[in-house]
């Protein structure tokens, strides 16, 4: 039993040391040890507020992000609308300045035939002319071979010429 109780004098001993310790802790450690709480405590305080201001701010910049992704998708699909509307009118106004473009083009080239088969009717013309001249040139001699014949035909020439030129 003596284990369990122990002897006045320990007893008395073990509280004064008890408070000797108590009173040099007291003095000397007690306060930076409390001021060492109080700033850890403080500390923990500050750095809970600043996260809960970061995870605000996080959301906030989140928000913003999705914000500004959207935007920019809108931006995109507004780019990738008007490229194709200039796309789209690049593509008529070639069209179309093609369609001017072959217009003239046949235009001309039919101009240009008309032009050669005019010129081609003409020379034909003249050559048949010429050829009928020769002809009639070389029937006339043969048939007005004598003078009289020839001075017979010259005035039935005339002759028409004036029925002609009265009427």
């Known amino acids: 039993m003596e284990l369990l109780l122990p002897a006045l004098g320990y007893f008395v001993w073990t509280l004064v040391a008890f408070l000797i310790v108590f009173f040099i802790l007291k003095k000397f450690a007690w306060k930076p040890i409390l001021t060492a709480l109080s700033e850890r405590e403080k500390n923990i305080a500050d750095s809970i507020a600043t996260a809960e201001r970061v995870k605000v701010e996080m959301a906030q910049m989140k928000s913003e992000n999705e914000a500004l992704m959207q935007q920019a998708r809108e931006e995109r699909s507004q780019m ?16 179309d300045q093609a369609k001017l473009e072959a217009g003239k083009i046949l235009t001309d080239a039919q101009a240009s035939i008309e032009q050669q088969k005019n010129a081609a009717l003409t020379d034909m013309k003249n050559s048949i002319g010429n050829m009928v001249i020769e002809v009639t040139e070389k029937v006339i001699r043969r048939e007005l071979a004598s003078k009289a014949e020839q001075e017979n035909y010259i005035r039935t020439l005339a002759n028409e010429l004036g029925t002609t030129a009265r009427n």
């Open 80 to 95: 990738m609308r008007e490229a194709k509307e200039i796309r789209d009118r690049m593509i008529n106004e070639a069209k």
